[in-house]
């Protein structure tokens, strides 16, 4: 059974760092893109960031490019999102997501339950 | 940046009824557009991608049409649990995004 389960999120001051974490298992971790994606409180779903399958691929949104860094650690089938320089505007529930297939980064079929990140002096 | 245009923002039905979601985009992303269910509190839960496929142990009421810029999601029957927020999304071009949403409420 896929599962992906997050963590790492908490309160945090404006201007401060948080490190979430995604643990995957059920699938070929290293075969698949996966995908940060957030929703505010109140608001819709707003893609974060993604990566490859080897790391060798990375892309961002613009909102949080130059703060935000995605990796993952293959061997321990893990997902990482270090969040710098935080803002009010990134307080939201963070999901982490599976890609569909191996061949491409387009769409995703299994989500965490996400964790919340709360930016508040 | 392409831009996911969702209608309605909200579609008030009854179970049994027949649910027309749409989702414009800015420029054409081919066929590689996605569609969601979200409820509140749990996952977003993928139904349709690359336009009309439906997902693994997704009901044969949930169907998805379209290419280009111009997509639909249809539901044929409501069902109770079908209540709930529909997003679509697009990667034909990155940025990857999300359209506003969909919310289908019990009328």
């Known amino acids: 059974e896929v599962q992906l389960l997050e963590s790492g999120g908490g309160l945090v001051q404006p201007g401060g760092s948080l490190r979430l974490s995604c643990a995957a298992s059920?699938?070929?971790?290293?075969?698949?893109?996966i995908s940060w994606i957030r929703q505010a409180p109140g608001k819709g779903l707003e893609w974060v960031s993604v990566?490859?399958?080897?790391?060798?691929?990375?892309y961002y949104a613009d909102s949080v490019r130059g703060r935000f860094t995605i990796s993952r650690d293959n061997s321990k089938n893990t997902l990482f999102l270090q969040m710098n320089s935080l803002r009010v505007e990134d307080a939201a529930v963070y999901f982490c997501?599976?890609?569909?297939?191996?061949?491409?980064?387009?769409?995703?079929?299994?989500w965490g339950q996400g964790t919340r990140v709360t930016v508040s002096s | 940046e392409t831009v996911l245009t969702q209608s309605p923002a909200t579609l008030s039905l009854s179970p049994g009824e027949r649910a027309t979601l749409s989702c414009r985009a800015s420029?054409?992303?081919?066929?590689?557009l996605a569609w969601y269910q979200h409820k509140p509190g749990q996952a977003p839960r993928l139904l349709i991608y690359?336009?009309?496929n439906r997902a693994t142990g997704i009901p044969a009421r949930f169907s998805g049409s379209g290419s280009g810029t111009d997509f639909t999601l249809t539901i044929s029957s409501l069902e109770p649990e079908d209540f709930a927020v529909y997003y679509c999304?697009?990667?034909?071009?990155?940025?990857?995004?999300f359209g506003g949403g969909t919310k289908v409420e019990i009328k």
């Open positions: 420029q054409s992303v081919s066929s590689y």
């Open positions: 997501a599976k890609a569909v297939s191996t061949t491409s980064c387009r769409h995703f079929d299994y």
């Open positions: 990566i490859s399958g080897s790391g060798g691929a990375i």
């Open positions: 059920g699938f070929t971790f290293s075969n698949f893109c």
């Open positions: 690359g336009s009309s």
């Open positions: 999304q697009q990667r034909g071009e990155w940025p990857l995004t």
